[in-house]
């Protein structure tokens, strides 16, 4: 674990703080710690969300400090890539529900980061960009590809090609966060929606995921009613399925074991 990454456990959910002050910038160690920390968190059957945030009240992240780029050297600009590529790759598989607290500034890697979580919730104060073409660069971790995705192919050339920044407001009504909250709450708003997943089957969660991202591959209706009907047979495999409707019909809480 670097000390780049904060990590923290409370019940079953996982957050993450992403702590280089002042920026919250990413670097090489701290872009391998996500992937490694990803890696352990999906091994642990305790741990049904996650929750990311920045550390400090001005920045979530602000991406990849620019001093890295400055020699021109290709080497390291293709080691970072892969870097952020891994990382992000890494935390959009998570198994559960990601969901980013957006307590400020979310510039480039910082905005692709979020991009990278399931839901995001930015404090009314936050802004965000991908101003990568304003520095001769391009946003190289998911950027170009999450963004139209969420909101859309004009929305997205704004903010990438002529380099529009957007407030936590307009983010909301174009569809970039699902919620604004006030200075110094997305974090306790997230954990709120943490805890309401995890409420939830972890095994119909990642299953339910698997079938929501598949939507992006350009798969046929067809074969996406397809994967929903073999993916619920597959969880009568779980032992979470016949927890879940025995609890239901013996008016208990489930005991959920991720199984």
Not at 44 to 62: C, H, M, P, R
Not at 87 to 97: D, K, P, Y
Not at 138 to 156: D, F, S
Not at 239 to 251: I, S
Request: proline share 3%; with cysteine; glycine share 8%.
């Amino acid at each position: 674990m670097s000390e780049l990454i904060q990590l923290e456990k409370r019940d079953h959910i996982a957050i993450l703080t992403i702590s280089n002050p002042p920026a919250n910038t990413w670097t090489v160690d701290s872009l391998a710690a996500l992937k490694k920390t990803i890696a352990e968190l999906n091994d642990d059957q305790n741990i049904y969300a996650l929750v990311v945030t920045g550390q400090g009240e001005k920045f979530f992240s602000a991406g990849a400090d620019l001093k890295t780029f400055a020699d021109g050297d290709r080497a390291r600009a293709n080691e970072m890539a892969q870097r952020f590529g891994e990382a992000f790759a890494a935390l959009t598989g998570f198994r559960g529900v990601s969901i980013a607290a957006i307590n400020g500034y979310a510039m480039g890697g910082g905005l692709e980061c979020a991009l990278s979580c399931d839901i995001r919730i930015a404090e009314e104060h936050a802004q965000m960009a991908l101003p990568e073409a304003s520095v001769g660069l391009l946003p190289c971790a998911g950027g170009t590809q999450n963004l139209p995705w969420l909101v859309g192919e004009g929305w997205a050339k704004r903010m990438i090609l002529c380099g529009e920044r957007v407030t936590a407001e307009k983010a909301q009504q174009i569809g970039l966060v699902e919620e604004v909250v006030p200075s110094g709450q997305s974090l306790e708003k997230a954990l709120r929606l943490a805890e309401g997943a995890c409420k939830q089957s972890p095994s119909s969660i990642a299953s339910c995921k698997q079938l929501v991202m598949s939507a992006r591959d350009g798969r046929s209706h067809s074969d996406g009613w397809r994967m929903e009907r073999e993916l619920f047979v597959e969880l009568f495999h779980t032992e979470d399925q016949k927890e879940g409707v025995n609890a239901f019909l013996e008016k208990r809480k489930p005991e959920w074991k991720n199984q």
